[in-house]
């Protein structure tokens, strides 16, 4: 195949030269590889844009974190002429590629994109203008995930959001304000996480939304609303295992489409982005994807 990697060389400082190390086993796979690195903000939206409109290779492989994975979704979405995606975990925060259990190495995954791969039509999401492929997300969650440092993180994995988001509830009182409207579900009131997911595995967290999939044409919601801190405790201790939706104070459905209406800036798979009111919408079975 002819493949042109996207890379954000900025994305994982610590795992070597995975732009290079890529290159070489793609062509040691027997393809034909391109490599583009990208320097700034939407720049690998751009270049996946481009490559579509250009028609001049058969796929785009994306390699960073969750935020490069987005823009090159959005660039291929916003062509008329869309190239397959595929994803490699290249990032600190890798969500959807670890939903999709691929192998990280650059090695391995090269054997794995030419000899088990295949081409899947997926869902994505949209908020607004922007798609989205993993997941929308607002209030505590996406506050502590970008507060909680990297290497405490890597270190503590996702206890480490445990540890910080109930230090901040504890401390300040940390509720936002959210309206959220669907066909058959409605809530106006304070929450402390509130997310609208493709994929399950969210922040870290495999069962965050427990059966999601990206291949059933709807999004999944969870709604975490302002609870006593006893059953926040009990919500915390639960999320790894995915049995946190059958508390009380959680919402947990799914649908095609929703509107909300929040103070809280949103998270998209990872970038922060402000909408006061916003459509979301799911996408369905659009974006032609390889795992
Ligand atoms: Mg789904």
Redesign the pocket.
Known sequence: MRIHIIHNPKAGKLLGNVGEELILALIHQGHRVSYYPTTGNMDAAKEAKKQCDLQEVDLILAAGGDGTLNEVTNGIMYSEKKLPIAPFAGGTSNDFCSYLKLPDNPQEYARYLTKKAKPHCI?IGKVGQRYFINVVACGMLSEVAHKTDSQLKSVLGSFAYYIEGLKEIITRGLYNNIEVQSKDFHYKGEFVVFLV???HTIGGFKNLAPD?????????VLLIKKAPFVNLLDIAMNLDKGAHVSNPYVDYF?TKDLCVITDSQMDVDGEHLFYQKSNIQ?IAGELECYY
């Open positions: 869902d997911s493709n994929s999601a999939s990206i291949n059933d044409g709807y999004l999944n799914t799911v």
